[in-house]
């Protein structure tokens, strides 16, 4: 089992980047693909992109490509996402997850989640 927690979110302008921790715990956090998700007010939960094992290529939806960064630590048991260019539709609660795997292309089978942080874009 892993217990994740993010931070990093708060306010910002349009055209800031900003970086989300994801914070882990438990010993096989290697073994796990950590995805990341978002959140926004009256839609859908919408899935960003996810990374499987260090130094492995991670997977980004094609609209986001550009924009994101995904990267993880394992000996800190920790992940970032990093988004370039935020816009006032990219305001929602950010969530990472994890679930065991190496299918970072495939948007189910999360298992763990955190709590989330939110990110509020400003025009």
């Known amino acids: 089992q892993v217990e994740l927690g993010e931070s990093g979110g708060g306010l910002v302008q349009a055209g800031d980047s900003l970086r989300l921790s994801c914070a882990a715990s438990?010993?096989?956090?290697?073994?796990?693909?950590i995805g990341w998700f978002r959140h926004a007010p009256e839609k859908e939960r919408e899935f960003l992109g996810a990374?499987?094992?260090?130094?492995?290529?991670?997977y980004y939806r094609n609209y986001l490509k550009g924009r994101l960064t995904i990267t993880r630590a394992d000996d800190n048991n920790t992940a970032w996402l990093q988004i370039n260019s935020l816009k006032p539709e990219d305001t929602a609660t950010y969530f990472c997850?994890?679930?065991?795997?190496?299918?970072?292309?495939?948007?189910?089978?999360?298992?763990?989640w955190g709590q989330g942080t939110q990110v509020t874009v400003s025009s």
């Open positions: 997850a994890a679930k065991a795997g190496a299918t970072p292309s495939v948007t189910h089978g999360y298992l763990y």
């Open positions: 438990g010993r096989t956090f290697s073994r796990y693909t």
């Open positions: 990374i499987s094992w260090s130094g492995v290529e991670p």
